[in-house]
């Protein structure tokens, strides 16, 4: 798996600050169009695709930024209680930058997205150095 060192941000006026990193994860896999930034001051834009879903590796940078400790393995747990509980929210295999992405379609169950993915891509290593195989893995660690 690869390391990452660098950092995303995410603007405050975008999405405020809370206090746990539940609500900061779940508002930015759920709000629409987040800009996200390469520099703490926000000027410097990293993507502003309005209709981007974030990779596993990205959430798991711009979540450090605002909660440093934050292991992907812990993120991993979070992002599996919100699927579990938002059922509209999938992680699936993004064959336009060859990434695991947390997928949210409003109003609608993601588990058909989900196993089409796992069926066709749960092996494959994403640019990133991660696939849906080892996102499993992780989960079924916890």
Not at 58 to 73: A, D, G, N, Q, W
Not at 85 to 94: D, F, P, Q
Not at 130 to 141: A, R
Request: proline share 1%; glycine share 2%; charged share 30%.
């Amino acid at each position: 798996m690869k390391e990452i060192a660098e950092k995303i941000y995410v603007a405050e006026i975008d999405i405020a600050p809370t206090k746990t990193r539940k609500a900061f994860i779940k508002r930015l896999i759920m709000q629409k169009g987040v800009i996200t930034y390469k520099d703490e001051e926000c000027l410097n834009v990293q993507c502003d695709n309005k209709s981007a879903y974030r990779s596993v590796s990205e959430l798991h940078l711009i979540v450090k930024t605002r909660f440093r400790l934050t292991s992907l393995k812990s993120l991993i747990k979070i992002i599996k209680e919100i699927i579990d509980e938002e059922k509209c929210i999938a992680l699936v295999w993004c064959t336009q930058i060859n990434k695991v992405v947390v997928k949210y379609m409003e109003n609608s169950n993601g588990y058909y997205i989900t196993d089409y993915s796992k069926s066709n891509y749960y092996d494959s290593i994403g640019v990133d150095g991660y696939s849906l195989k080892m996102y499993d893995d992780i989960s079924n660690e916890l």
